[in-house]
């Protein structure tokens, strides 16, 4: 039977009717991912309730309209393709670590700077490739959900500070929580398995209502409509600060090469374009600017949507521009940044536990593409073991000057990255390696 066009090309527009819906689908995917950074770094920053959310806001505002930049390009900028933007986790170690020194502030600044240093990366895509293999990039991605953990466990028990910290009520809430998305993750299929942190957020939220954790007083007293205000807190550049942010954006762009061809390949059967790689990856960087201008972290390509063209085969980026268009609207409501404003910290814990652990997974997934052995495996273990190891310790490197601080520790995911750059490049190839690659190519 052939398919109809209308949904399965990517020029395709099927009526509203069936637009709408499918294009929520990719919104519930990415909405808790989306607004979830927003919210710990809030917390860390001990902003009231009422800019945690504007910023959550201004991150489901900033998410639509950068998903629409990769769908409709703007000359050279965007894939054209059913991309789905949304802010990053894997900048949230990093941004923790200079907000300690500089705020937010300094985050936005070194967000802002980074985001055209990405832009750089998608012109000249081609011959950058080759120095990030999926052992580096994986590795990186591996330190960042393990430097995560400590902050997720620490939400589980009703986050730093709090009063009732470590309380049975608190761990009971993420408990469920996190016993919920298992369960609709596992055990459903289709749009259920792929929203079950969010049906797992529902359940929890729902749950500590009548546990008394929860005061919707910032609800009523937010207002019904307001524009998210640009620059609202303003932005300051420092080089420790920009330098700490460049590594994660060449991750990044690395991640977002790899989610475009997912989509091309899962939804179009075919090998991505170098026109689509180098303009999706600029549309990445570019996004991370608009981000920043509108308070928001750095912004990604999102690896879960692809999950859902690559199982549904839907490439009609009016779909996609459905749901972008509805991020676009939430992000006027500052009600709708309320309610998720005031969610529990042990209820975004249970889900953060999972949400961390597989970001480490898919690092995992990553390293293991190749065997993992003789120089790679020098690679992760080096790599892996320096980094983790000072983000773990960071005394270790008290008597270096702040700005090296700042660069070096922190979470040790730069430290990391670097690392496993470095060594990658001059490292030989294992001569087990090459005689097999000889082998196939002479059979």
């Given at each position: 039977?052939?398919?109809?066009?209308?949904i399965?090309?990517?020029?395709?527009?099927?009526?509203?009717?069936?637009?709408?819906?499918?294009?929520?689908?990719?919104?519930?995917?990415?909405?808790?991912?989306?607004?979830?950074?927003?919210i710990i770094?809030?917390?860390?920053?001990?902003?009231?309730?009422?800019?945690?959310?504007?910023?959550?806001?201004?991150?489901?505002?900033?998410?639509?309209?950068?998903?629409?930049?990769?769908?409709?390009?703007?000359?050279?900028?965007?894939?054209?393709?059913?991309?789905?933007?949304?802010?990053?986790?894997?900048?949230?170690?990093?941004?923790?670590?200079?907000?300690?020194?500089?705020?937010?502030?300094?985050?936005?600044?070194?967000?802002?700077?980074?985001?055209?240093?990405?832009?750089?990366?998608?012109?000249?895509?081609?011959?950058?490739?080759?120095?990030?293999?999926?052992?580096?990039?994986?590795?990186?991605?591996?330190?960042?959900?393990?430097?995560?953990?400590?902050?997720?466990?620490?939400?589980?028990?009703?986050?730093?500070?709090?009063?009732?910290f470590?309380?049975?009520?608190?761990?009971?809430?993420?408990?469920?929580?996190?016993?919920?998305?298992?369960?609709?993750?596992?055990?459903?299929?289709?749009?259920?398995?792929?929203?079950?942190?969010?049906?797992?957020?529902?359940?929890?939220?729902?749950?500590?209502?009548?546990?008394?954790?929860?005061?919707?007083?910032a609800?009523?007293?937010?207002?019904?409509?307001?524009?998210?205000?640009?620059?609202?807190?303003?932005?300051?550049?420092?080089?420790?600060?920009?330098?700490?942010?460049?590594?994660?954006?060449?991750?990044?762009?690395?991640?977002?090469?790899?989610?475009?061809?997912?989509?091309?390949?899962?939804?179009?059967?075919?090998?991505a374009?170098?026109?689509?790689?180098?303009?999706?990856?600029?549309?990445?960087?570019?996004?991370?600017?608009?981000?920043?201008?509108?308070?928001?972290?750095?912004?990604?390509?999102?690896?879960?949507?692809?999950?859902?063209?690559?199982?549904?085969?839907?490439?009609?980026?009016?779909?996609?521009?459905?749901?972008?268009?509805?991020?676009?609207?939430?992000?006027?409501?500052?009600?709708?940044?309320?309610?998720?404003?005031?969610?529990?910290?042990?209820?975004?814990?249970?889900?953060?536990?999972?949400?961390?652990?597989?970001?480490?997974?898919?690092?995992?997934?990553?390293?293991?593409?190749?065997?993992?052995?003789g120089?790679?495996?020098?690679?992760?273990?080096?790599?892996?073991?320096?980094?983790?190891?000072?983000?773990?310790?960071?005394?270790?490197?008290?008597?270096?000057?702040?700005?090296?601080?700042?660069?070096?520790?922190?979470?040790?995911?730069?430290?990391?990255?670097?690392?496993?750059?470095?060594?990658?490049?001059?490292?030989?190839?294992?001569?087990?390696?090459?005689?097999?690659?000889?082998?196939e190519n002479?059979?």
């Open positions: 039977m052939k398919k109809d066009a209308q399965y090309d990517i020029d395709g527009i099927p009526p509203l009717r069936t637009a709408i819906p499918l294009g929520l689908q990719h919104v519930l995917a990415m909405f808790t991912g989306n607004v979830a950074p927003l770094l809030a917390n860390v920053l001990g902003l009231p309730v009422e800019e945690r959310s504007f910023l959550i806001q201004a991150a489901m505002f900033v998410a639509g309209l950068t998903t629409l930049i990769q769908l409709y390009p703007i000359g050279p900028i965007g894939a054209r393709l059913p991309i789905v933007q949304g802010t990053s986790f894997g900048f949230l170690p990093t941004c923790i670590a200079i907000s300690a020194k500089y705020g937010l502030a300094g985050i936005l600044g070194a967000t802002f700077i980074g985001g055209f240093f990405e832009m750089g990366l998608g012109v000249f895509l081609k011959p950058l490739r080759k120095y990030f293999p999926p052992v580096v990039t994986g590795t990186v991605l591996l330190s960042i959900g393990l430097s995560l953990l400590p902050t997720g466990i620490k939400y589980f028990a009703g986050g730093a500070g709090a009063p009732d470590g309380s049975l009520s608190n761990l009971l809430l993420g408990t469920i929580v996190l016993v919920t998305i298992l369960f609709f993750k596992q055990f459903t299929k289709g749009i259920t398995s792929m929203s079950s942190i969010l049906i797992g957020l529902f359940v929890g939220y729902l749950v500590a209502i009548p546990m008394g954790k929860i005061d919707f007083t609800v009523s007293t937010a207002a019904w409509f307001a524009f998210p205000t640009p620059l609202k807190f303003g932005m300051t550049f420092h080089l420790d600060a920009i330098i700490a942010m460049l590594l994660m954006y060449i991750v990044t762009a690395v991640e977002t090469v790899g989610d475009i061809s997912g989509i091309t390949m899962g939804g179009d059967n075919r090998e374009t170098d026109k689509e790689l180098s303009g999706g990856v600029m549309a990445d960087g570019l996004a991370s600017s608009i981000a920043a201008v509108f308070n928001v972290l750095p912004n990604t390509s999102y690896s879960q949507n692809v999950g859902i063209v690559t199982l549904t085969g839907i490439m009609s980026r009016f779909v996609v521009a459905m749901g972008a268009v509805f991020l676009i609207v939430a992000g006027l409501f500052p009600k709708i940044g309320a309610v998720v404003a005031i969610m529990p910290s042990s209820v975004l814990g249970g889900a953060g536990i999972v949400m961390f652990s597989m970001i480490a997974i898919s690092g995992i997934n990553l390293i293991t593409k190749d065997a993992l052995k120089k790679n495996s020098i690679v992760v273990a080096v790599a892996l073991g320096l980094g983790f190891g000072l983000g773990s310790v960071p005394e270790a490197l008290v008597n270096l000057p702040e700005t090296l601080k700042l660069i070096f520790g922190g979470s040790g995911i730069v430290v990391t990255g670097l690392i496993a750059i470095f060594l990658n490049i001059i490292l030989p190839e294992d001569e087990s390696v090459s005689a097999e690659s000889l082998k002479a059979a």
